[in-house]
């Protein structure tokens, strides 16, 4: 069964970091272009960041400065490492899987496959 498993959600508090992993079961990666997804409570799942095949990343403008992606071609997972969180990214996270050779994309529909979100809480 092809799938993506998200894992390093929890509780922080306002200011402090977290750092998500999306891995691959039953394929490798390293033909895709892997993105983050995030869905507030009561809010429509939006795209924050993605990674494309070859290692470009692309961010939303406000994690910009904040977030960093990351991916090993040689490895799995691809990582997030999420710093200066505050209390309006708590949500679900998704990694999402695209099958694409150069960039990514920032629409929800495009990606292959999905993961079953990880909880970020983000709250003193």
């Known amino acids: 069964q092809l799938q993506l498993v998200e894992s390093g959600g929890g509780l922080v508090q306002p200011g402090g970091s977290l750092t998500l992993s999306c891995a691959a079961s039953?394929?490798?990666?390293?033909?895709?272009?892997i993105a983050w997804f995030r869905q507030a409570p009561g809010k429509e799942r939006e795209w924050v960041v993605c990674?494309?095949?070859?290692?470009?990343?692309y961010y939303t403008l406000s994690v910009k400065a904040r977030f960093a992606i990351s991916r090993d071609v040689t490895k799995n997972p691809v990582v997030l490492q999420m710093n200066r969180l505050n209390p309006e990214e708590t949500g679900t996270f998704y990694c999402a899987a695209e099958k694409r050779d150069i960039g990514c994309s920032v629409s929800g529909p495009d990606y292959n496959y999905w993961g079953q979100g990880t909880q970020v809480t983000v709250s003193s």
């Open positions: 039953g394929f490798t990666l390293d033909s895709y272009a």
């Open positions: 990674i494309s095949r070859f290692g470009n990343t």
